[in-house]
């Protein structure tokens, strides 16, 4: 897999209601049309699957059910035109504070150039839950990446890292155990809030090194704007 190139893009596109925006933006936004791998949090599996064919690609999804504020199915997609296989749900521990809604990851093998990129879209819980209880959810993609196994790996999503001190150290420590690093770490902040603009939204690999990375600042299907990344294998 030496020298192949693949651009990665992780987008939360909240409550998955501006389709027709984002399909637009993903294919008149430089920086993020034509991904090899798309990854999508707050999904319902309609949108998905219109996103997936405006690309003209394939994807899986899965969800934990409606989320009680907007009465939607609330989950995580990976789209590619490469192929895409072996569908699973890893769910995370604890439940939000007030919502009661828990959270998850989509796993898959996508196979870039005949190469199997084991694959995940993460969504992690708001600070509203206690640190040390979202560091839990961290540890378990990790151990899930231990478990599975794989020379190149990718993980993207919401980790609703606040600040660096909020999360971001928490998210890296746990990723970094199980042999991921911080792919996206240069690319800055993604959803602008009042005067702040804050990071959200990151990207992890194993088995690649960076090319370029950034934010499409121009986009505006959410209040989170899609991140991504340029690697090279190892």
Known sequence: MSGDHIRVVS????FGIEIDTAIRELRQIDEVTAPDILLLQEMDEK????IAE?????????????????????GNAIV???????????????????SGHPRMATRASVSVRSNEIL???AHTEIPFLPLRLRREQFNRLA???????GSHSIIGGDFNTL??????SAVRSSLGEAGLSHVSAESGPTLPFWRLKLPLDHIFA????????GVAWTASASDHKPIWVDLVAN
């Open 163 to 168: 600040t660096r001190r909020i999360g971001l």
């Open 11 to 14: 987008w939360n596109i909240k």
């Open 206 to 213: 194993s088995g690649f090194s960076v090319v370029e990375t």
């Open 119 to 121: 694959t995940y879209s």
């Open 80 to 98: 590619s035109s490469w192929p895409i296989g072996g569908l699973a749900e890893v769910h995370l521990p604890h439940q939000a504070r007030f």
């Open 47 to 50: 949108g998905t699957a219109r």
């Open 54 to 74: 405006a690309l003209d690609a394939d994807y899986v999804f899965t969800t934990l059910g409606p989320h009680q504020q907007s009465g939607r199915d609330f």
């Open 143 to 149: 151990e899930d990446v231990s478990q599975v196994g």
